[in-house]
């Protein structure tokens, strides 16, 4: 058992260890290089990179499973990769052991089109993933911007731009094959649409960021592409006034697929960077899916009409797919390019979420935070679903510039909690949002804990994530 400290105490990898893994998984996808090593070791958010001291490339489920079963067997920790899209450092692997990239496994297995349903591996990116299913005709919904794994979403519960439609990925998947800690493969969840069979495991898996199972196969629930789609973009005087349209849109029975709110710094530097010409003021960006080309066009205008009434300076809607799709190229890359246009600065990305009603006092009350203590922040965020992401910049290096960051992250995440919200929407835990987990889950948290001390005794899956009292000092990249 993991014990009193929760912590527990694993080995260093031999060459013995290196010998008998290699020939489960061959010589050709076992690798202790330090290039590999180094690219499995941060993924895309502010922590410092670990290096694992293995990197292994498994091909099936049946390799996935020997390799748990081997590591459990020798307490070698195990941590999953999928694309290194994460931001809280939920992939890094902090107690080193092996670093299980999950890439080779990417193939579709069956489209079940009849029933709008996909079976596919791990490994496949959600782009790639959706780039086949176009040719039926079929999608998958959940949409994080980077083209992240689909195990990598299912262990991150990751969501996108269009959660306020068709939800998040836990709405969008009915059945997969997880190896356990000790190599066992068991299936859970039904291709059936309606389960009610049992303890509901598909859902206790999902999000847990790979420290109780390794998916290794997923059937997820698909949507037909719409017949009818239209971007809008609305332009206010001010963040508030922006705010509390997406308050009033949400309201308004239109539902839209994707409803994002981006302050007037980004929508400059997007201006500047993408050569768009944009009104540099606070912008919803909306995208609506529907059947009806007609029935499309009514509720545009009674959108365009609830943002003038709402103080809009500004609205464009347009069905060209050229626009539509710079229009979200520049909303996707636009950390990338707030990135660009801060040369030696890195980002602590900020990710919580309240009920939508408390979304214009969250708003709110970060830019008080962020004013009070004379600092910068950046805000977009999926609006629709009262997700806002603020990116704090601090200089390269400046480790008390970086610690004020911290600061004001906790500042908003317990205003976002008293608020009856979350502190992570979606990002996951990893360890950046550990020490909020007693806060949001108090008893709950010990329940946790046993789960994972059943599920995983030896605690070799994805070590020093999600639990508080396990997670490391790591300093930022």
């Known amino acids: 058992m993991i014990g009193e400290n929760h912590r527990p105490r694993f080995r260093a990898v031999s060459q013995e260890d290196r010998a008998a893994l290699q020939e489960i998984v061959g010589e050709d996808a076992l690798s202790d290089r330090r290039g590999d090593l180094e690219q499995h070791a941060r993924d895309a958010g502010h922590f410092a990179g670990q290096m694992a001291e293995l990197?292994?490339?498994?091909?099936?489920?049946?390799?996935?499973?020997?390799?748990?079963?081997?590591?459990?067997?020798?307490q070698i920790p195990v941590t999953a990769w999928g694309a290194g899209s994460g931001l809280e450092g939920n992939a890094i692997p902090v107690c080193g052991g092996v670093s299980l990239s999950m890439t080779r496994m990417n193939r579709i297995l069956d489209v079940h089109a009849d029933d709008f349903q996909v079976t596919c591996q791990p490994g496949i990116g959600h782009k790639d993933l959706n780039e086949q299913l176009a040719r039926e005709g079929l999608f998958f919904p959940p949409d994080p911007g980077a083209n992240a794994s689909i195990g990598g979403m299912i262990a991150n519960n990751a969501a996108g731009i269009r959660t306020v439609k068709y939800g998040a990925t836990k709405d969008n998947v009915l059945r997969m094959q997880?190896?356990?800690?000790?190599?066992?493969?068991?299936?859970?969840?039904?291709?059936?649409?309606?389960?009610?069979?049992?303890?509901?495991l598909l859902h206790l898996i999902i999000g847990s960021e790979g420290t109780l199972g390794i998916v290794t196969e997923a059937t997820l629930?698909?949507?037909p592409l719409p017949m009818a789609v239209s971007s809008a973009l609305a332009h206010f005087p001010d963040v508030e006034m922006a705010v509390e349209a997406v308050v009033a849109i949400r309201g308004s029975g239109l539902e839209p697929a994707a409803l994002e709110f981006m302050d007037a710094h980004h929508v400059e530097m997007i201006n500047r960077s993408e050569g768009m010409a944009m009104e540099e003021k606070p912008t919803l960006f909306m995208e609506f899916h529907h059947s009806n080309e007609t029935a499309l066009q009514v509720g545009l205008e009674f959108l365009e009409e609830i943002c003038a009434e709402l103080g809009a300076t500004g609205y464009r809607a347009t069905a060209d797919p050229a626009e539509r799709r710079k229009l979200w190229h520049v909303r996707h890359h636009s950390y990338e390019i707030m990135v660009r246009s801060h040369p030696g600065m890195n980002f602590l990305i900020l990710d919580v979420a309240v009920p939508i009603s408390a979304y214009p006092a969250l708003i709110h009350a970060a830019r008080e935070r962020i004013a009070d203590r004379g600092a910068v922040g950046y805000f977009l965020g999926h609006a629709g679903d009262g997700n806002i992401h603020i990116e704090?910049?601090?200089?390269?290096?400046?480790?008390?510039?970086?610690?004020?960051?911290?600061?004001?992250n906790d500042d908003i995440v317990a205003e976002a909690l008293a608020l009856g919200g979350t502190a992570t929407g979606e990002h996951g835990v990893g360890m950046g949002k550990?020490?909020?987990?007693?806060?949001?889950?108090?008893?709950?948290?010990?329940?946790?804990?046993?789960?994972?001390?059943t599920l995983d005794p030896k605690g070799i899956l994805n070590p020093g994530k999600i639990f508080p009292q396990d997670v490391p000092e790591l300093i930022h990249a």
Not at 394 to 408: K, N, S, V
């Open 434 to 453: 550990a020490h909020w987990m007693e806060r949001e889950h108090g008893k709950a948290l010990g329940v946790m804990r046993s789960i994972k001390e």
């Open 55 to 74: 990197v292994i490339w498994p091909a099936n489920a049946e390799q996935v499973a020997q390799v748990l079963r081997y590591c459990n067997d020798g």
């Open 221 to 223: 629930k698909l949507t």
């Open 178 to 200: 997880v190896a356990l800690a000790d190599g066992s493969l068991i299936e859970v969840g039904s291709r059936s649409i309606k389960q009610s069979c049992g303890y509901d």
């Open 392 to 408: 704090l910049p601090f200089p390269e290096g400046d480790e008390r510039a970086y610690h004020a960051a911290l600061a004001l």
